[in-house]
């Protein structure tokens, strides 16, 4: 494979997932960004990506059908795996007992054991969503405590992603996160609505 510039990454149109995977490992890991979360804290901080580069990765490379965990995109960055936790059955068992009922709950646990990681959603490769990890103890956070958005907002935000309107432009135009666009579009959020 030809050796690509800085400069060269900007003409980039159509990105792959192996392609996108080195850009990130080259450019954004050896700066701080080492999971989705600091991944999206950069995005957000308009610090430069490339022009055509997918914004919400995972999202783009899970509908193209490469996608193999934010782990692997970073390149298993050595300090994902610094701490012991227990594996993706034996946490989500924990948390069930200990009645978790959903993202907030979890979040928020005071209690948490040092061996479960703070956000699972990004630490487990199966991870499969909240209702999989909570089983029948899943219980949907009421949105409507946590957001601006209206029921309304919401419906036409469903309606847009439906028709195949960006979740970047979405986000803009409501003044939210992409993030809450992605977690709609999931059904995470709001998905009584």
């Not at 610090?47 to 782990?71: A, N, T, V």
Request: glycine share 6%; net charge positive.
């Amino acid at each position: 494979m030809k050796k690509i510039d800085f400069g060269d990454w900007d003409n980039v149109l159509k990105w792959s997932y192996s392609l996108a995977r080195k850009y990130t490992i080259e450019k954004l890991v050896p700066v701080g960004v080492t999971s989705a979360r600091k991944f999206d804290a950069y995005k957000r901080s308009k610090k430069p990506l490339p022009r055509k580069f997918p914004r919400i990765p995972d999202e783009y490379f899970i509908r193209k059908g490469s996608w193999k965990g934010w782990r692997d995109f970073l390149g298993y960055p050595e300090q994902k795996r610094s701490k012991y936790y227990l594996n993706y059955r034996d946490a989500s068992r924990v948390a069930r007992e200990a009645g978790i009922m959903n993202s907030k709950d979890y979040i928020h646990w005071k209690e948490r054991p040092g061996n479960l990681p703070s956000r699972p959603e990004y630490f487990y490769d199966e991870w499969n969503g909240w209702k999989d990890f909570l089983g029948a103890s899943y219980q949907a956070p009421d949105p409507r405590h946590y957001t601006k958005l209206t029921i309304a907002d919401v419906r036409i935000i469903k309606h847009q992603l439906n028709m195949g309107v960006s979740g970047a432009v979405l986000a803009r135009t409501f003044k939210v996160s992409e993030m809450q666009i992605s977690r709609i579009k999931r059904g995470e959020n709001w998905e009584d609505v």
